[in-house]
């Protein structure tokens, strides 16, 4: 798993649903630096993190993990 992309994806499902960083920090307990770092692609969330993340942007946690995947290999094509 990429996390890079998997930052990308979450990061685009945030903007989506039209939240701020700080929005989302409060929703799942995260920290806004955090989430940053997670977008940024600088970490690689926990399940448990992943799973928080997933709730609050109202997607289900492998519909994200396809997304991250799919994003993936069309940067292969």
Known sequence: MDKKLLGEAIR???KERKMKQYELS???G???NYI???ENG???PSV???SKLAVCLSIDL???LMSEIQDKNIVSV
């Open 12 to 14: 685009k499902k945030r």
């Open 26 to 28: 409060e929703e799942t």
């Open 30 to 32: 995260l920290s806004r």
């Open 36 to 38: 940053s770092d997670i």
């Open 42 to 44: 600088r970490y690689m």
């Open 48 to 50: 448990d993190s992943l």
């Open 62 to 64: 492998n519909t994200l």
